[in-house]
């Protein structure tokens, strides 16, 4: 049976606050958990007794669906639920840069957005991405959820994204992509470097901007149709991962 106290503690998770105060966020789901435990130990397991059947863990809390049902975030409760700790942000050093392939999330905001691009980043093998400190929280229920338990492959860096590229110097490429950018598919596109995509509704920022050193395009097809005026971010992320890897 869960306790009211541990109810309260799960749902206070939802907000970023708690989630700092306590170091702790949630997970759900057999596939988003079993990955994170593949990494990681859970500091609390809610299970019904179907999810702990053969498996090698410690049962902690027992529930019904009922219960569980309580203190899910999910519009369909699965049968387990697990806190684990809150990962400590570490900065990435310049260092790194120039034998990977990098992400940068100039203030992404949608949950659903960020999950996806956590998701994409762990499939085309993109270890970290950098986030601008407006970009939405990378440990709320929602964005763990979206990443299908990529979360715990890919490392996220929370950062002043202009002031980071400003220590660059010109070490790595920095990509954008822009409505007025070179053609994706033309341009000869780096093993490394950083790739910046910008906001929902603004792009990337002027702050960031002034930082690209190779302005990218998605093109539209054909070139003379009227088509939609921008991709999702995304979807914008599969492609140019897609390219950058198709190409090297």
Same mark, same amino acid.
């Given at each position: 049976?869960?306790?009211?106290?541990?109810?309260?503690?799960?749902?206070? *998770?939802?907000?970023?606050?708690? $989630?700092?105060?306590? !170091?702790?966020?949630?997970?759900?789901?057999? !596939?988003?958990?079993?990955?994170?435990?593949?990494?990681?130990?859970?500091?609390?397991i809610i299970a019904t007794s179907e999810w702990y059947k053969g498996k090698q863990v410690s049962e902690d809390v027992v529930v019904t669906e009922d219960?569980?049902? !309580?203190?899910?975030?999910?519009?369909?409760?699965?049968? &387990?639920?697990?806190?684990?700790? *809150?990962?400590?942000?570490?900065?990435?050093?310049?260092?790194?840069?120039?034998?990977? /392939?990098?992400?940068? *999330?100039?203030?992404?905001?949608?949950?659903? #957005?960020?999950?996806?691009?956590?998701?994409?980043?762990?499939?085309?093998?993109?270890?970290?991405?950098?986030?601008?400190?407006?970009?939405?929280?990378?440990?709320?229920?929602? &964005?763990?959820?979206?990443?299908?338990?990529?979360?715990? $492959?890919?490392?996220?860096?929370?950062?002043?994204?202009?002031?980071? *590229?400003?220590?660059?110097?010109? %070490?790595?490429? &920095?990509?954008?992509?822009?409505?007025?950018? #070179?053609? /994706?598919? %033309?341009?000869?596109?780096s093993p490394s470097g950083i790739i910046i995509m910008g906001n929902e509704g603004n792009g990337i920022s002027e702050q960031v901007e002034r930082y690209v050193t190779k302005r990218l395009l998605i093109p539209s097809y054909?070139?003379?149709?009227?088509?939609?005026?921008?991709? #999702?971010?995304?979807?914008?992320?599969?492609?140019?991962?897609?390219?950058?890897?198709?190409?090297?």
């Open positions: 049976m869960i306790s009211k106290n541990l109810i309260k503690l799960i749902k206070s *998770l939802e907000q970023k606050k708690y $989630r700092k105060r306590e !170091k702790l966020f949630v997970a759900e789901g057999p !596939k988003v958990v079993g990955d994170l435990m593949a990494l990681m130990a859970p500091q609390r219960e569980i049902r !309580k203190v899910s975030f999910l519009q369909h409760p699965q049968d &387990v639920l697990a806190l684990f700790e *809150l990962p400590e942000m570490e900065e990435l050093p310049v260092e790194q840069l120039s034998d990977h /392939l990098t992400l940068a *999330l100039d203030d992404v905001q949608d949950p659903g #957005n960020l999950g996806t691009i956590i998701r994409l980043a762990d499939w085309f093998g993109i270890e970290h991405i950098l986030c601008n400190l407006g970009t939405a929280d990378a440990y709320s229920p929602k &964005v763990v959820q979206a990443t299908m338990g990529s979360i715990a $492959r890919v490392k996220l860096h929370y950062t002043n994204l202009a002031d980071y *590229l400003e220590q660059l110097q010109d %070490a790595v490429p &920095v990509y954008g992509t822009f409505l007025d950018g #070179n053609n /994706l598919y %033309a341009e000869k596109l054909p070139a003379e149709r009227p088509t939609a005026e921008s991709l #999702n971010v995304a979807i914008a992320t599969a492609i140019t991962c897609a390219e950058f890897r198709r190409k090297n």
